[in-house]
């Protein structure tokens, strides 16, 4: 909270109140139900009065008829009252003018709304940074009041009354109580009469130590829902009590000392004879603070050196004008008419306006307008004091800043890494996603530190932490815990091998040489991973669960990464060792071979072509599905070199097909994302062939349309490169995707596949693909497309597919993927059939 924090959300609602004729005990029975510090009296609708705790010392306890006399003989009238809409540094500032506890709250009909108490400003006024750094002792009461527990409540309340104390401390037999003017509203409502207080105090009373912080004391209060305490001086004596207004006081006299020193400098200067307006001249001259004094019409009549340096004014560039050369804009009329207002009716104005420099530039200023009136009490002057606050809020938000991000490394701590982590699961929740925390601790970081020194060990965590962010995903948080210990939060989290494939990334980029201060070393880290929901659904568990599987791969090896799962912790295993394989095997070339289907022509039956389908031989685990280890070369990043491999084979299959003697028909090869997208991807298809001499007609290129959802313009230019080439296009599994007919008149491309999906439902008598086929192949003819039907299985399809303008079959009724040796001779077999 802060002083820019409007009365409405901290006021109390619901007011408590009663009618004038209500008797004393009624009201105070109704306060100490409702635990409330004051009661608003109300007749005819309207507030006529109030009566609080602190009215409750005026109650002489020795006459049994006083509880019973009618409020408003005891009321204070009239009430102090503050608009909602009003800021919570003014509430305080009119407090402290009125010397009152209590505003009535009111709407902008004038209608009672709320109370607002001294309690209520000190709980949210924003004094951590002052509580913080104040000991006890600066802000207590010293000498507090000491009553013996043998006297009698009326001649305690008197003593409390007349030395303006709102609590005693009564020596017991063997302890001390505290009697406040709380427990007076108590008695009041159940005038247990003139009783030794002994019998009323109440116990124990709480203490705290003098050299104690502030805000330690304002816990106390709130955790035990009490107002005072009791300071121990080092001897363990009581030397003082403490309260809420002890505290709000402490901190505004910290708050406004230079600035109140300031203005009684002033005002003692202009209330002095001419004798001593040489001395007010200097006083001026010399504050830090910004002065300026204008006429009854705020024409700017002089200014301080202090205005000049803050404002970058000078007196000839103001003279004569009013205060709004300085305005920023930022606060509306009402602001200014509010702030008129408040001068008119009390004499000054204080509180915080943005303001802007002869540069342009905007600050803060913290203002006070003080009214210079003569002796008839008519206003002469107004003399504004402003200091220039901007540096003390942005210190502010630095403080702000460290209790959420890590000092050395500027990363999320703890702190900010488990509000995030709640926000994911709650996301998650919603969307019935995944999300993944990751535990990260360096190996031998305590090595360097000793070996090197910290100079070096804090460099190489701002390293660490610079790589490891590089390698995350943009949505993903990393946090600093402290030392070595860093969390990764990964929401959106579609399987676990998309988290071992981060792990595996940030392993190996720890892993990589530093080079700090002419030191060249390596260190690495062990990672420990829990998913949401099935390791846990709150931040702290999911926190344990990570913490302890990093502890397993600190165990197991370091370097490397566990699952908090075992049974997924196998799966990642397998998985990394079938990419550790995968990666050998495309380095030697060993296991992977092409295997060819032929596509026939549908009116002769003739081979036209073929599409290339890349197999994995695997030593111990046999033929490797390609929907298992092609997504995982896609996750790994193998791709591009399973994609070169896969080209560098057709070419070499189709010159070997050439030395036969064959005549060779065009081959298909497929495009993932990653291989089209890449840099100088034309080029390098373009070097490969002329290198092995074979003309680009024999390579066709397939892919699918939404690859180029998001880029089309530059996913055209691309394939406008490759048909300049010679190379042909075909689009694969048409139909299924985001067809946009709009961009296919402009693509390059020279055939088009309908997916085997609308060939499987060719005969379903509930949803029959027929009209789908039929509008594709007549489209794709006016485009003057070759139309390939993939997926044909049976007789019957193949003959209803006669019914179509399809031009080319493909599937297993018309030939089954064969390696390249049987394909070439099949080959040779259909040509002499033919």
């Known amino acids: 909270m802060s002083q820019d924090l409007p009365i409405s959300r901290i006021m109390q609602t619901g007011i408590l109140q009663c009618a004038p004729e209500t008797p004393l005990y009624e009201a105070a029975r109704r306060m100490a139900e409702r635990h409330c510090s004051s009661i608003l009296v109300m007749k005819d609708a309207r507030p006529v009065g109030i009566w609080t705790e602190h009215d409750a010392l005026s109650v002489d306890f020795g006459d049994t008829n006083a509880v019973r006399e009618p409020i408003a003989q005891r009321m204070s009238h009239p009430v102090a009252s503050i608009y909602a809409h009003q800021l919570l540094g003014e509430a305080a500032l009119q407090l402290r003018a009125l010397g009152r506890r209590h505003l009535l709250v009111i709407d902008d009909t004038d209608s009672p709304v709320g109370i607002l108490s001294q309690s209520d400003i000190a709980l949210n006024q924003g004094l951590e940074p002052y509580l913080r750094l104040r000991e006890v002792h600066a802000a207590m009461r010293a000498a507090p009041l000491v009553l013996p527990g043998d006297m009698l409540l009326a001649n305690a309340a008197r003593k409390m009354r007349l030395q303006e104390h709102d609590a005693a401390v009564v020596i017991l037999d063997s302890a001390l109580g505290i009697l406040t003017e709380r427990d007076l509203v108590r008695f009041i409502a159940r005038h247990p009469g003139n009783t030794p207080i002994a019998e009323l105090a109440s116990q124990p009373l709480l203490t705290i130590d003098e050299k104690a912080a502030l805000l330690q004391a304002r816990d106390l209060l709130i955790d035990h829902r009490i107002r005072h305490l009791a300071v121990l001086d080092a001897q363990g004596k009581v030397s003082g009590l403490l309260g809420f207004r002890d505290m709000l006081a402490g901190a505004e006299h910290l708050y406004l000392q230079d600035l109140r020193e300031a203005l009684e400098q002033r005002d003692s200067a202009l209330a002095t004879s001419r004798q001593h307006l040489q001395l007010a001249e200097r006083v001026i001259d010399s504050s830090l603070e910004g002065i300026v004094i204008t006429d009854p019409a705020t024409r700017i009549e002089f200014i301080n050196p202090a205005f000049t340096h803050m404002t970058g004014y000078a007196l000839e560039d103001v003279a004569g004008k009013t205060p709004r050369i300085l305005s920023s804009g930022r606060q509306d009329d009402a602001f200014y008419q509010q702030m008129w207002e408040t001068l008119k009716a009390h004499g000054y104005w204080r509180g915080e306006v943005w303001n802007r420099k002869k540069t342009g530039e905007l600050y803060l200023e913290l203002l006070t307008i003080t009214a210079i009136t003569d002796d008839n009490g008519e206003t002469q002057h107004y003399a504004g004091l402003f200091t220039d606050i901007t540096h003390i809020r942005e210190n502010e938000q630095q403080v702000r800043h460290l209790a959420y991000y890590d000092v050395l490394t500027r990363l999320p701590n703890r702190r900010l890494l488990e509000d995030r982590i709640t926000l994911a699961i709650r996301h998650a929740h919603r969307s019935k996603e995944q999300l993944a925390v990751v535990f990260i601790d360096l190996d031998h970081f305590k090595q360097v530190n000793d070996t090197l020194g910290h100079a070096v060990g804090d460099d190489l965590l701002l390293q660490v932490s610079e790589r490891m962010q590089n390698n995350l995903r943009e949505d993903d948080t990393l946090a600093r815990l402290g030392g070595d210990e860093f969390i990764a939060l990964l929401p959106g989290i579609s399987d676990f091998a998309e988290v071992t494939c981060i792990a595996q990334r940030l392993i190996d980029t720890v892993s990589a040489p530093y080079c700090i201060n002419n030191h060249t070393f390596r260190i690495g880290c062990s990672l420990g991973v829990s998913v949401y929901p099935d390791d846990g659904d709150t931040p702290e568990t999911l926190i344990q669960n990570a913490d302890a599987a990093m502890y397993r ?282």
């Open 553 to 834: 791969a600190k165990k197991e090896g370091r370097n490397t990464y566990r699952l908090y799962r075992c049974e997924m912790d196998l799966a990642a295993q397998d998985n990394l060792t079938l990419e550790t394989e995968l990666r050998t095997m495309l380095d030697t070339g060993d296991g992977l071979f092409m295997v060819y289907q032929p596509l026939v022509s549908r009116e002769t039956g003739v081979t036209v072509s073929a599409e290339a389908l890349v197999r994995w031989q695997h030593p111990t685990r046999g033929i490797v599905s390609p929907g298992e280890f092609i997504p995982l070369a896609e996750r790994s990043g193998l791709i591009l070199s399973l994609g070169e491999h896969v080209l560098d084979s057709v070419i070499k299959d189709i010159l070997h097909w050439q030395r036969l003697g064959l005549e060779v028909v065009p081959v298909a090869i497929n495009l993932s994302a990653t291989q089209f997208w890449q840099s100088g991807f034309v080029e390098s298809v373009e070097q490969k062939l002329t290198q092995a001499g074979i003309t680009a007609e024999l390579i066709t290129f397939e892919l699918t349309e939404s690859l180029l959802l998001n880029k089309q313009a530059r996913g055209i230019e691309i394939l406008t490169q490759l048909s300049q080439l010679g190379c042909r296009v075909a689009l694969d599994d048409f139909g299924t995707g985001y067809s946009s007919l709009s961009y296919l008149q402009h693509i390059p491309a020279h055939s088009l596949k309908i997916d085997r999906s609308f060939i499987e439902a060719l005969d379903d008598p509930e949803h029959s693909s027929r009209p789908i086929i039929a509008a594709i192949a007549s489209m794709a003819q006016e485009l003057g497309l070759t139309v390939v039907a993939e997926g044909v299985e049976s007789e019957q399809q193949w003959a209803v597919l006669g019914n179509y303008a399809i031009d080319t079959i493909q599937g297993f009724y018309t030939g089954y993927p064969v390696e390249a040796g049987t394909f070439s001779t099949g080959l040779k077999y259909l040509r002499n059939r033919a």
